[in-house]
T-cell receptor
Framework: ETGVTQSPTHLIKTRGQQVTLRCSSQ?????VSWYQQALGQGPQFIFQ???????GRGNFPPRFSGLQFPNYSSELNVNALELDDSALYLC??????????????FGPGTRLTVL | DQQVKQNSPSLSVQEGRISILNCDYT??????FLWYKKYPAEGPTFLIS?????DKNEDGRFTVFLNKSAKHLSLHIVPSQPGDSAVYFC?????????????FGQGTTLQVKP
């Protein structure tokens, strides 16, 4: 049991809509990372939040945005949904250590389907 | 540009035998590596990690080996059990970048037969 929770479990949206996914970190963790996992692929890094600031970003367009709250929970927002956004969205929490190495613990994911 | 590669999509092993999962990387700046296991409809579960200053790390039935000159790491599971059947991902990170970004391989599906 990792302690990381995500909601909702599944979501169906249509092209052009906006979506918000939510994540609660494991107790004691201060960092949240978001990943997109397409079918048959490994997770791809979207961005990370540390102390409520974006701390690194992968190769995703600006319509992917996020927030981290004082209790270290986080949201991923995706605007103007495209069919290719259909994927499993994973949230991972970690405790940031000196040097930036941190073991990330994943939640169960949100399965997003864009029609 | 696939910086982390798992070239074997699948592996089948008999219960009780050794499972060896392989992973290659291209970026010499990676300084820590992790293995995750993933069951269907669940998020990846952390198994074991290794820092680039080490060449081996062991935790119970799981051992990870790192060969920096070859840019290769492997996960050994001994003995393999049917409950180990899952998709295994290797991941790499750069602590010096301070972004926490992990690069994942495509995954290897392990089947352990009773």
């Amino acid at each position: 049991e990792t302690g990381v929770t995500q909601s909702p479990t599944h979501l169906i949206k249509t092209r052009g809509q906006q979506v918000t996914l939510r994540c609660s970190s494991q107790s004691g963790h201060n960092t949240v990372s978001w990943y997109q996992q397409a079918l048959g692929q490994g997770p791809q890094f979207i961005f990370q939040y540390y102390r409520e600031e974006e701390n690194g970003r992968g190769n995703f367009p600006p319509r992917f945005s996020g927030l981290q709250f004082p209790n270290y929970s986080s949201e991923l927002n995706v605007n103007a949904l495209e069919l290719d956004d259909s994927a499993l969205y994973l949230c991972a929490s970690s405790l940031r250590l000196a040097g930036g190495t941190d073991t990330q613990y994943f939640g169960p994911g949100t399965r997003l389907t864009v029609l | 540009d696939q910086q982390v590669k798992q070239n074997s999509p699948s592996l089948s092993v008999q219960e009780g035998r050794i499972s060896i999962l392989n992973c290659d990387y291209t970026n010499s700046m990676f300084d820590y590596f992790l293995w995750y296991k993933k069951y269907p409809a669940e998020g990846p579960t952390f198994l074991i990690s290794i820092s680039s200053i080490k060449d081996k790390n062991e935790d119970g039935r799981f051992t990870v080996f790192l060969n920096k000159s070859a840019k290769h790491l492997s996960l050994h599971i001994v003995p393999s059990q049917p409950g180990d059947s899952a998709v295994y991902f290797c991941a790499a990170g750069r602590g010096s970048s301070n972004t926490g970004k992990l690069i994942f391989g495509q995954g290897t599906t392990l089947q352990v037969k009773p």
